[in-house]
């Protein structure tokens, strides 16, 4: 298994433009989530999804949208960058949301600065 | 908010097992308490888990509280990789699950 896998490793984007941070696991989990990282900070959650067809809201979600069409991908769509969204950008995801089931493992990250 | 409450840095000796305390004294009588840990700008790995009784797995053991209001992580052997930061956490709500700050755990030769 690949487990979870992200593109591109980088991102250099200008203000205002739209870009598409993409997520996919191999191991038919059900929940999957994104998070942020800023330099010397702990991780923020984004948004979440408990399976196909949905998703919610975490800690920091203005500026992002999300759809889960399939059990696989969970793309992270920025609508129009903003230097604070500068930042590391991590995607996880685990078979469930209860006990042993909610064992997160997460993607090696996107790196993205927005000039 | 996290409902996790962590020292923000520790210093262990290598070779000597590395304790790392964490209060969560919110928690719900069926919430887990979970442990990852983060190297350098790698994405975080999960470490164990628990809810009532002491885990032990190959990389760590978990000591909880019989309140279950706090809990440790313990590195037998703590070597100069385990130098990470170490997030305690429980789920907030139904499906989330909040990182907050961690402890910096150094590992001094």
């Known amino acids: 298994n690949a487990g979870v896998t992200q593109t591109p490793k980088f991102q250099v984007l200008k203000t205002g433009q739209s870009m598409t941070l993409q997520c996919a696991q191999d191991?038919?989990?059900?929940?999957m989530s994104w998070y942020r990282q800023d330099p010397g900070m702990g991780l923020r959650l984004i948004h979440y999804?408990?399976?196909?067809?949905?998703?919610d809201q975490g800690e920091v979600p203005n500026g992002y949208n999300v759809s889960r069409s399939t059990t696989e991908d969970f793309p992270l769509r920025l609508l129009s960058a903003a230097p604070s969204q500068t930042s590391v950008y991590f995607c996880?995801?685990?078979?469930?949301?209860?006990?042993?089931?909610?064992?997160?493992?997460f993607g090696p990250g996107t790196r993205l600065t927005v000039l | 908010d996290a409902k996790t409450t962590q020292p923000p840095s520790m210093d262990c000796a290598e070779g000597r097992a590395a304790n790392l305390p964490c209060n969560h004294s919110?928690?719900?009588?069926?919430?887990?308490v979970y442990w990852y840990r983060q190297i350098h700008s790698q994405g975080p790995q999960y470490i164990i888990h628990?809810?009532?009784n002491n885990e032990t797995n190959e990389m760590a053991s978990l000591i909880i509280t019989e309140d279950r209001k706090s809990s440790t992580l313990i590195l037998p052997h703590a070597t100069l990789r385990d130098t990470a930061v170490y997030y305690c956490?429980?789920?907030?709500?139904?499906?989330?699950?909040?990182f907050g700050k961690g402890t910096r755990l150094h590992i001094l030769p």
């Open positions: 996880a995801s685990s078979p469930g949301t209860s006990g042993s089931l909610y064992t997160q493992y």
């Open positions: 191991m038919n989990h059900e929940y």
């Open positions: 999804s408990v399976g196909a067809g949905i998703t």
């Open positions: 919110t928690i719900s009588g069926n919430e887990y």
């Open positions: 628990g809810l009532k």
């Open positions: 956490i429980v789920r907030v709500g139904d499906d989330k699950i909040i």
